[in-house]
């Protein structure tokens, strides 16, 4: 133990020195000067010892004259060396991708033995898919994010495979809860950002918002006087929009179900609605595509959520009787695909 703590001590003081040479060499010169000053005052850099065996402070001058082979960006390397060496021996969930704040198997001071059987199991996955909070593994300290994952392969270009979702997830999936809480068909289902919360539109005009651990109905929309149907939530996961075959779009607040707004640009049925990822500041933008052929953006503010009550609209119009049907923004947050219903495409 004596041993131990004396080893560690002198990686200790090599470390402060190492971290001064780092600052020194960097845009941050009061701090360095601020680091030196204190290590010498405590005599934290690593002592130098005389002829006879005994020990006297060092200053940060005399070990820069001493290790003259340690240059600034010496600790700098020592850290990039560490991933690719760790690498080898115990892979990581997502590999090339390097980070020395990583957790899990993205941790630099994972070993095999931390890292075995920390695998998924095939419920947790199951729960994943459909909304549920998912179920760690004992072991594991957080839970892997399959989003996260994916986001990490178009990085990098690669991954592993069994580690985003094995096939053995399909064989344990179950029926987690049913519900009969509509007096008539339900035409869409989402869920909230988080996966805690569902909702539901129905042609009996309302919106439901379900727990998703319990199934428990939490709130329930009014408003429209049609069939929902289509219902989006927004990415800051403050909102709710619903349209309906009332031709308008009501949006509703998340944190206290009230209703925000009220929008009115189609002459029929809204199809499909699309919070856009692209945002300017405080600005966003909600897309829809109605029966009339027209496509509209919806600009709203972030930090009031409030509307602007006239959208930029586009309008289809290929041959008589054209509807859009469906939408769906790009990866990039760029384009808009639409589809009418004579299959063909538009972009904007």
């Known amino acids: 133990m004596a041993s ?23 845009p941050c010169q009061k701090a360095a000067e601020t680091l030196i000053r204190e290590v010498e005052e405590k005599e934290l850099l690593p002592k130098r010892l005389d002829w006879t065996g005994q020990e006297h402070p060092g200053t940060y001058k005399n070990l820069v004259m001493l290790y003259r082979h340690v240059a600034p960006d010496h600790l700098l ?10 690498e080898r021996e115990v892979p990581a969930s997502v590999p090339g991708l390097t980070s020395l704040l990583g957790a899990g198997r993205q941790n630099l001071l994972r070993t095999s033995k931390s890292c075995k059987h920390v695998v998924w199991k095939g419920s947790a996955l199951a729960a994943l898919h459909c909304g549920r909070p998912p179920e760690p593994p004992i072991i594991y300290g957080s839970p892997p994010n399959i989003v996260e994952t994916s986001y990490s392969r178009r990085l990098n270009g690669s991954y592993r495979l069994r580690q985003l979702v094995p096939t053995a997830v399909y ?9 009969l809480g509509h007096l008539s068909s339900v035409y869409c289902v989402t869920f909230d950002r988080t996966g805690r919360r569902i909702f ?17 109905l939490l709130a329930t929309l009014r408003g429209h006087a049609a069939e929902i149907s289509d219902m989006a939530v ?10 309906s075959c009332d031709k308008t779009i009501r949006v509703w607040c998340l944190q206290t179900c009230a209703p925000l707004a009220v929008l009115e640009g189609h002459a029929a049925s809204i199809t499909s609605l699309q919070f856009s990822p692209l945002c300017s500041g ?5 897309s829809s595509t109605g029966a009339d052929g027209t496509i509209c953006f919806w600009q709203w503010d972030a930090r009031t959520l409030k509307f602007g009550q006239r ?30 219903n ?7």
């Not at 586009?314 to 859009?324: H, I």
């Open 4 to 26: 131990d703590s004396t080893h560690i001590a002198q990686l200790t003081s090599e470390l402060y020195f190492l971290i001064a040479r780092f600052l020194e060499a960097g």
């Open 234 to 243: 927004s990415y800051e996961n403050t909102m709710i929009a619903a349209g």
């Open 171 to 179: 064989q344990h999936m179950k029926m987690h809860k049913r519900i």
């Open 200 to 216: 539901t539109g129905s042609d009996d005009c309302l919106v439901k918002i379900w727990g998703t651990d319990d199934g428990r």
């Open 77 to 86: 390397q020592v850290c990039s060396r560490v991933c690719p060496l760790l």
């Open 282 to 286: 405080s600005k966003r933008y909600l």
């Open 311 to 340: 959208p930029s609209k586009f309008t289809e119009r290929s041959r008589p009787g054209v509807q859009m049907i469906c939408s769906s923004f790009s990866a990039g947050e760029v384009n808009l695909l639409c589809l009418p």
């Open 342 to 348: 004579t299959f063909s495409s538009c972009q904007s």
